[in-house]
């Protein structure tokens, strides 16, 4: 079992920045996958990137690419990033942390956090 914990999200003003940690309560295999989706009020989760912990492995939606940044920190750290500049309103949401043995850009991975809400204001 994978707990896994989101923190970093809040207010900002469109055209800021935030970042989103995610802790894993312990290090998965390093042949898992961490991603991060998002679902805003009345609409299906959705993808929005992917890394392996290899970092061998990073994948974007078409929708933050060039704004937003996924990244690793092993060492015992077992935490996931997601940095994300220039920020929209449409990127209000709730994140999502996750983490799975198979990469798909699809919300059914196995391991999910609680989410931290995300809001922007325009």
């Known amino acids: 079992q994978v707990q896994l914990v989101e923190s970093g999200g809040g207010l900002v003003q469109a055209g800021g920045s935030l970042r989103l940690s995610c802790a894993a309560s312990?290090?998965?295999?390093?042949?898992?996958?961490m991603g991060w989706f998002r679902q805003a009020p009345g609409k299906e989760r959705e993808f929005v990137a992917a890394?392996?912990?290899?970092?061998?492995?990073?994948?974007y939606a078409d929708s933050v690419k060039g704004r937003f940044t996924i990244s690793s920190r092993d060492n015992a750290k077992n935490t996931v990033y997601l940095q994300m500049n220039s920020l929209k309103s449409e990127d209000t949401a709730v994140y999502y942390c996750a983490a799975d043995p198979t990469y798909r850009p699809l919300p059914n991975w196995t391991y999910w956090g609680q989410g931290t809400q995300v809001t922007v204001s325009s």
């Open positions: 312990r290090r998965t295999s390093s042949n898992y996958y």
């Open positions: 890394i392996s912990w290899s970092g061998l492995m990073i994948s």
